[in-house]
């Protein structure tokens, strides 16, 4: 398969908790971004970390990036029941592939 | 248009049909990539377009798919003799930069194919 792996599968969580996602890529990469998806929806942006950067933070998003072992996490703190949705990590490098994905559920 | 348009949203075709999906990346984007996601799956990389041409198709899953960008600007998926297992979400994606650029890509909302 082209994509990388994603754990957990599936997450679900309280309103107010803090949501950990997990990437792993295949490749060297010159970025990696993460995605959100709405159900029935195309994805969205949400950041991007460079090969050179360990981490990064936008908003109540925090990436981290470990390229010694092809690795990435995004955390999103004090969820909120708009955060469900599938959370996917692209690795761009030579391929622009993404991972399998997690969904979110964030409980009221 | 603000952002990347598929057309149409929703098809349903017969097995043995063919189809042609159509995007409109944003004005002036360089890049513009497809994917298929299955119910469930992430994104999987089909092909990519700098400009008018394809440099990259390694991920057309046969011979029966062809994509094409004659002006640079819009991109049609063809899916020819479709099969059952082509029912998938088309996902077209733009840049304003080539690959590997620093910067996220806009997606649309896809095209939802059924194949009955």
């Known amino acids: 398969s082209q994509q990388g792996e994603e754990d957990p599968q599936a997450l679900s969580i309280q309103e107010g908790e803090n949501a950990t996602m997990n990437c792993s890529y295949k490749t060297s990469i010159n970025n990696l971004q993460w995605y959100r998806q709405n159900s029935g929806r195309g994805l969205v942006h949400l950041i991007l970390?460079?090969?050179?950067?360990r981490e990064k933070h936008s908003g109540r998003l925090r990436v981290t990036l470990d390229t010694s072992k092809k690795s990435s996490s995004l955390l999103i703190t004090a969820s909120r029941a708009a955060d469900t949705a599938s959370y996917f990590c692209?690795?761009?490098?030579?391929?622009?592939?993404f991972g399998t994905g997690t969904s979110l559920t964030v409980i009221p | 248009g603000a952002g990347v348009s598929q057309s149409p949203r929703y098809k349903v075709a017969k097995r043995g049909q063919d189809v042609a999906l159509r995007c409109d990346p944003i004005s002036g984007h360089v890049s513009l990539f497809w994917y298929q996601q299955a119910l469930g799956q992430g994104p999987e990389f089909l092909t990519y377009?700098?400009?008018?041409?394809?440099?990259?198709k390694s991920g057309l899953p046969s011979d029966r798919f062809f994509a094409e960008r004659p002006e640079g600007s819009v991109s049609t998926l063809k899916i020819q003799r479709t099969q059952q297992e082509d029912s998938a979400v088309y996902l077209c994606?733009?840049?304003?930069?080539?690959?590997?650029?620093?910067?996220?890509?806009?997606f649309g909302s896809g095209t939802r194919l059924t194949v009955v």
């Open positions: 377009f700098q400009n008018e041409a394809q440099l990259d």
């Open positions: 970390i460079r090969s050179n950067e």
């Open positions: 994606a733009s840049s304003l930069g080539g690959w590997g650029q620093q910067g996220g890509y806009t």
């Open positions: 692209a690795s761009i490098g030579n391929q622009f592939y």
